[in-house]
Each structure stands twice: as structure tokens, then as C-alpha cells.
T-cell receptor
Framework: GESVGLHLPTLSVQEGDNSIINCAYS??????FIWYKQESGKGPQFIID?????DKRQGQRVTVLLNKTVKHLSLQIAATQPGDSAVYFC???????????FGQGTRLTINP | DAGITQSPRYKITETGRQVTLMCHQTWSHSYMFWYRQDLGHGLRLIYYSAAADITDKGEVPDGYVVSRSKTENFPLTLESATRSQTSVYFCASSGAQVTQYFGPGTRLTVL
């Protein structure tokens, strides 16, 4: 069945460095992907999304890359800050369904 | 603009008791969702609703009941709480777009 997973459950980076969080998906019919950020004690917060007709999308300090050939999604955070410490989830959706399928999440820790 | 709210934020109850978790959104979103979040399982969908009076099961519906008499409210009821239902519960909503917006969560402990 379809699934969304993450290569790394934890990621530790130095403050100021760039972070890359990866996600693999298995449903080739998925055509919309979202990254969420969840800080401790809070609900998931929308960061950025991308549709399958795009390879790259940029936001403020964040970039999402989509490689449909290998069914891989990544979130790049530039100049990581302490406030970026959180768990990051990828989620996928396929056309016609309103539901999202979430990955397990990656915990990003920032070292001073 | 309140967005999406959940109440209570924390709840402790005993096995066998009925518990209702409330969710309210001010965006007039058609879709609403209930998830539970446990370590090692990520977010799992319990129930969702496409509109008032339309609900459907998600991945883990057993032991839960939902209703949606009004578009803005989507209560989740545990009819007879069990310890395995100790979790953090998140409500979410979405409109014409697929993107879901989440509430702050309810931390439920069943003793």
C-alpha cells in the first residue's frame, strides 16, 4: 500500500548550517506533497508544499525538492536557527482524495 | 481570527469513562479530521468529515465516535476509554485546498 517514510529519524546540525530532511514516498499516483513543522507541545504547522508538476519550490529560508523518478522529497532549511528545532513531517496526497498520508517525522536539533 | 481550537488541552480520565474532545474552526472549512499521535506511529487518522452530517472512518476508528451537526464543530467521543487511548489528539481542517491546518492538540491520559 502507499506509505510515506523518512530516511533519518533524527538530525543534528550546527546553528547557521543548512539542514536537509529527506522523505521517501511509495505511491506514484501522489501528486501533492506538504512539509509540516511540529514544535514541542504544539500542533503541526504548514511550512511549504509542492505539486508533482514541479521539481522545486522555494519559500522563506526553505526549499522543497521533488524527485519523481526515485519518489523522493526533501526539505532544505537555509542558515538553520534555534527556532527551527522541531519534528518535521512530510505528507502526501493523491488526486481525488482529501486525506493526507504522513511520514513518521524527523527530529531536527540545532547545536549552538 | 481564532482559526482552529481544541478543548480541553489536557484531560485525565479513568478506564471505562466517556470522554469528549472538542474541535472548533472558524474558517468554514468543509473537511475536518481527527488524528492521534503516539511515539513510533506518527499521525494516524481516526475519523474525518467531508461536510456536516458526513463522516467516515480513518485508519484507527475503533473505540471512537464522531458527529458533525455543524460545519464548525467536530467532536470526538471515546465511549468507554481504555489505557491504549492515552495519546495526543489533533484536530485539523481543510477547505478547497488539500492542505490541512491543525489545532493545538489535546493530551489525554487514561488511568
Amino acid at each position: 500500500g502507499e506509505s510515506v517514510g523518512l530516511h533519518l529519524p533524527t538530525l543534528s546540525v550546527q546553528e547557521g548550517d543548512n539542514s536537509i530532511i529527506n522523505c521517501a514516498y511509495s505511491n506514484s499516483a501522489s501528486d501533492y506533497f506538504i512539509w509540516y513543522k511540529q514544535e514541542s507541545g504544539k500542533g503541526p504547522q504548514f511550512i511549504i508544499d509542492i505539486r508533482s508538476n514541479m521539481d522545486k519550490r522555494q519559500g522563506q529560508r526553505v526549499t522543497v525538492l521533488l524527485n519523481k523518478t526515485v519518489k523522493h522529497l526533501s526539505l532544505q532549511i537555509a542558515a538553520t536557527q534555534p527556532g527551527d528545532s522541531a519534528v518535521y513531517f512530510c505528507a502526501e496526497n493523491y488526486q481525488g482524495a482529501q486525506k493526507l498520508v504522513f511520514g513518521q517525522g524527523t527530529r531536527l536539533t540545532i547545536n549552538p | 481570527d481564532a482559526g482552529i481550537t481544541q478543548s480541553p488541552r489536557y484531560k485525565i480520565t479513568e478506564t471505562g469513562r466517556q470522554v469528549t474532545l472538542m474541535c472548533h474552526q472558524t474558517w468554514s472549512h468543509s473537511y475536518m479530521f481527527w488524528y492521534r499521535q503516539d511515539l513510533g506511529h506518527g499521525l494516524r487518522l481516526i475519523y474525518y468529515s467531508a461536510a456536516a452530517d458526513i463522516t467516515d472512518k480513518g485508519e484507527v476508528p475503533d473505540g471512537y465516535v464522531v458527529s458533525r451537526s455543524k460545519t464548525e464543530n467536530f467532536p470526538l467521543t471515546l465511549e468507554s476509554a481504555t489505557r491504549s487511548q492515552t495519546s495526543v489528539y489533533f484536530c485539523a481542517s481543510s477547505g478547497a485546498q488539500v492542505t490541512q491546518y491543525f489545532g493545538p492538540g489535546t493530551r489525554l491520559t487514561v488511568l
